[in-house]
């Protein structure tokens, strides 16, 4: 991969970047000195221990009790870090409040509450009084406090309630369906549920009232239920978010191990329900505080990702408030009234950092959107991008369409580490197409099936060291069988990630696309499982498969292939009865491309849908290659997706 360079950082800004003032500090502290930054990645995951010492004391990492030492057991899954630390995520994220004062440190601009800001020390004290109130209703540690919020600052704020407590946060975004709710929450039996029943998106107002009180009955673990009011609309018996808000108590958030469960993220299988990840208060601390070096990331910045509430963006968006950094919430459509809103919000915040899925930055493309010709994005410093790959056009549109003095930094990683493989590098030149380097501390590599490394070619992306934000383990997986089957039954003792990647001799990096049957759509992911929960729960439907045919340089397109019972016709009528299913059980998001009626779903001997052989026919596989028919239970079901993907290819 060499790619034509677009932007290379001038002296002056990379010798400013938090990149180089680590690099100096390890020259000072540890007389550590490296040769180029490969050499320095070389040492990150060979060195582990010395490595993530590191981060701890550059970054002042807050304890309340020291560690006996860095690494116990390196195994993966089941490492030990730091072990003998107690620390809190919240006392964290809050530890310069009082320093910062009235500095700003959210801005929220909702289509549903308007434009506001909170301060550090407002949000400080209200974090401290809603724990206050949380612990007055008996929420203690341990137990599960879960939310169905937009991206606002009462999601925050109760997030850092809860988790001040040592208590296990849960965030589901109120545009997703009730059912691919109730199968996340229901599993960790949540004890207080936060919730708004209405809101407002691309200018007009959704009650989902009926929606969130059938949640509420499949949830029988819940003792308490706090509202965000929307126009007055307080449910009879639930308590009002805003009588939380305003004690004044102090802040005491309570000391829990480095690998007490922090929060509980998910990331969708192809079987079964959600995977519930459980990440420890530590590990999402230091990887939170190592990935800031990658964004560049300072206490005078003014940060923004474009996230929804349901995306691990919305997590990731609190390393730049963790380094004292602005953060600028959107809650809104990105389309309304046009493309350009969000470029506006940029540019009227005065914003450095401006992050979105790569999904937006397509769609802005395709719309003809001139941010540059049209605003003022003098402050606009950095770019990131993420969620899908990132195509050569786009670069080039974001420095002929946006900022030609501008670096972009993709990133790549996911909900299962809450963090980034590959990533940006602020002394880095950018090219078109590609990420510029593997993240420190992540043993990142491309394997061929045998499990051998390549460079130069496109493999299986899986690391081969643990990482402190890797998963505890997933609850309610006893055994811990879930966990190793989702990402170790590939490669023993090593990660498999579930992406394609290609690493070049200098580091640098191409994401492809999803390598597993995992839904990608527009940067959020959804597992196949729950797609067929909702489409095979209509009587007329026998069996179903999907695939998402998300491939970097293709656009994305994600055909559903339906078995209806005898005598049922795929109609008008048959598919709206489909997409309707789709839309209110899992998420209008996910919504087919295609619908398409077949009379088997392939499957091999022990019943297993054949997803990702029928996905990689369609992006161009060899029939006769990409599977053995000689373990299918139905061996000429396949020729139909044959001929499917002829008719494509015509």
């Not at 606009?380 to 003095?405: E, H, N």
């Amino acid at each position: 991969m060499t790619n034509k360079v677009l932007w290379t950082p001038d002296p002056e800004r990379a010798e400013a970047s938090t990149m180089a003032q680590f690099m100096r500090w390890l020259a000072a502290e540890r007389g550590l000195h490296f040769d180029d930054y490969n050499d320095m990645w070389r040492w990150s995951v060979a060195d582990l221990e010395a490595f993530w010492d590191a981060i701890w004391h550059f970054f002042a990492m807050r304890s309340f009790t020291p560690h006996e030492r860095v690494l116990g057991a390196r195994t993966m899954p089941g490492a030990e870090w730091f072990p003998g630390a107690t620390v809190n995520y919240a006392d964290q994220m809050l530890a310069g409040a009082d320093a910062r004062g009235d500095r700003e440190a959210v801005i929220v601009q909702s289509e549903t509450f308007g434009r506001h800001e909170l301060s550090w020390s407002g949000l400080r004290d209200q974090v401290a009084s809603v724990a206050a109130r949380f612990r007055a209703l008996g929420v203690t540690k341990g137990d599960r406090v879960v939310a169905i919020l937009p991206n606002t600052e009462t999601a925050l704020i109760g997030c850092l309630a809860a988790t001040s407590l040592g208590a296990i946060w849960s965030l589901c975004a109120p545009d997703m369906g009730h059912v691919a709710i109730i199968d996340r929450f229901h599993q960790i039996e949540p004890k207080l549920v936060i919730a708004q029943n209405r809101y407002v998106h691309a200018g007009k107002m959704t009650d989902r009232s009926s929606v969130i009180a059938e949640i509420l009955d499949n949830l029988p673990t819940v003792e308490n239920v706090v509202q965000v009011t929307v126009k007055d609309d307080l449910v009879a018996g639930r308590i009002d978010w805003n009588d939380l808000l305003n004690d004044t108590v102090a802040f005491e958030p309570v000391p829990v191990a480095f690998d007490h469960p922090l929060w509980i993220v998910y990331s969708s299988g192809t079987t079964g329900n959600p995977k519930p990840i459980v990440h420890g208060h530590g590990g999402i601390i230091l990887e939170a505080a190592k990935q800031s070096l990658h964004q560049d990331l300072s206490d005078s910045d003014r940060f923004c990702w474009l996230t929804s509430s349901g995306w691990i963006m919305w997590n990731a968006q609190w390393a730049a408030l963790g380094q004292g950094a602005t953060v600028a919430m959107f809650d809104g459509a990105p389309h309304f009234p046009d493309m350009g809103v969000v470029w506006r919000f940029v540019a009227e915040e005065r914003l450095n950092y401006f992050g979105a899925g790569a999904a937006f930055f397509a769609g802005c493309l395709k719309a003809g959107v001139t941010p540059g010709a049209d605003l003022d994005l003098g402050s606009l410093r950095s770019l990131g991008s993420t969620g899908s790959p990132l195509s050569a056009d786009a670069y080039d549109w974001i420095y002929s369409q946006v900022k030609s003095d501008v670096w972009l930094a993709p990133i790549s990683g996911g909900t299962d580490l809450a963090g980034a493989f590959v990533a940006g590098h602020p002394m880095m030149p950018v090219r078109a197409g590609e990420m510029q380097c593997r993240s420190l501390g992540n043993a990142v590599r491309a394997f061929d099936e045998d499990g051998k490394e390549l460079i130069g070619a496109v493999g299986e992306l899986v690391c081969t060291e643990p990482l402190p934000s890797m998963p505890l383990f997933f609850w309610g997986d006893t055994d811990g069988s879930r966990l190793h089957d989702s990402y170790f039954d590939t490669y023993p003792g090593v990660w498999r990630h579930g992406d394609w990647i290609e690493i070049a001799e200098d580091g640098s990096s191409v994401i492809y696309g999803r390598s597993d049957a995992t839904i990608n759509r527009k940067g959020l992911r959804m597992g196949s499982a729950e797609i067929y929960q909702a489409v095979e729960g209509l009587s007329e439907v026998l069996d179903s498969l999907v695939v998402d045919l998300e491939f970097l340089g293709r656009e994305s397109f994600m055909p559903l292939f339906v078995v209806l019972q005898d005598g049922q016709v795929l109609d008008d009528a048959m598919k709206d009865r489909i997409n309707d299913a789709i839309r209110n059980g899992v998420s209008p998001r996910f919504l087919p491309n295609e619908i398409i009626q077949i009379k088997e779903v392939p499957r091999t001997m022990s019943g297993k849908k054949l997803e990702v052989p029928v996905k990689k026919l369609l992006l161009g596989g060899d029939p006769d290659k990409v599977v053995n028919r000689d373990s299918m239970i139905n061996p000429d079901s396949f020729d139909r997706f044959i001929a499917y993907a002829k008719a494509r290819e015509a």
